[in-house]
T-cell receptor, first 116, second 112 residues
Framework: DAGVIQSPRHEVTEMGQEVTLRCKPI?????LFWYRQTMMRGLELLIY????????DSGMPEDRFSAKMPNASFSTLKIQPSEPRDSAVYFC??????????????FGEGSWLTVV | EDQVTQSPEALRLQEGESSSLNCSYT??????LFWYRQDPGKGPEFLFT???AGEEKEKERLKATLTKKESFLHITAPKPEDSATYLC?????????????FGRGTSLIVHP
């Protein structure tokens, strides 16, 4: 299994530019998560999907952030316009069978975003 | 208020020097507690799931234990390759959600 695949691995962009992060979950998994990790706040859940439908986006910090999942094998996290405080590592993760008891969440390698 | 607190934030050990990492939680109705390992520049990698107090799981030099208020990750005779950040996450469903809440992690460095 290829695992969760994220792109790009590294992104450096200027403030005000649009950033799009991409994710391919593990095949067959029905839940997809977007997390953000910073030194100050640790690992934060931004949004998660079940069967391509957004379930909880209460972790999305501002309206500048949006996420979509057009099909079971692809999701995007978009930041528009980007700001320096958005600099962080963004992880995509997936799991099978609806995060029931003990369902393991598998993470991608992350997208390292730097906004200058 | 943090539901999951990990300590210490950072730990330096000499190779072979055994120690323990702590994960304390304040949630009620714990359904599962997860331990992950995260190497620099990588995503978190799953290690263990614990479900009930008294449960223990082992993998190589690592052993995870669980009580009603905390979990320990014991590292026996660590090697430099055990250096990583160890994350703990708890799964407790307020309002029906089973999404795990992560702690801030313990950064472990093992010196040769």
């Amino acid at each position: 299994d290829a695992g969760v695949i994220q792109s790009p691995r590294h992104e450096v962009t200027e403030m005000g530019q649009e950033v799009t992060l991409r994710c391919k979950p593990i095949s067959g998994h029905d839940y997809l998560f977007w997390y953000r990790q910073t030194m100050m706040r640790g690992l934060e859940l931004l949004i998660y999907f079940n069967n391509n439908v957004p379930i909880d986006d209460s972790g999305m910090p501002e309206d500048r952030f949006s996420a979509k999942m057009p099909n079971a094998s692809f999701s995007t996290l978009k930041i528009q316009p980007s700001e320096p405080r958005d600099s962080a590592v963004y992880f995509c993760a997936s799991t099978l069978t609806g995060t029931g008891v003990g369902n393991t969440i598998y993470f991608g390698e992350g997208s390292w975003l730097t906004v200058v | 208020e943090d539901q999951v607190t990990q300590s210490p934030e950072a730990l330096r050990l000499q190779e072979g020097e055994s120690s323990s990492l702590n994960c304390s939680y304040t949630v009620s109705g714990l359904r599962g507690l997860f331990w992950y390992r995260q190497d620099p520049g990588k995503g978190p990698e799953f290690l263990f799931t614990l479900y009930s107090a008294g449960e223990e799981k082992e993998k190589e030099r690592l052993k995870a234990t669980l009580t009603k208020k905390e979990s320990f990750l014991h590292i026996t005779a660590p090697k430099p390759e055990d250096s990583a950040t160890y994350l703990c996450a708890v799964q407790a469903p307020p309002g029906g959600s089973y999404i795990p809440t992560f702690g801030r992690g313990t950064s472990l460095i093992v010196h040769p």
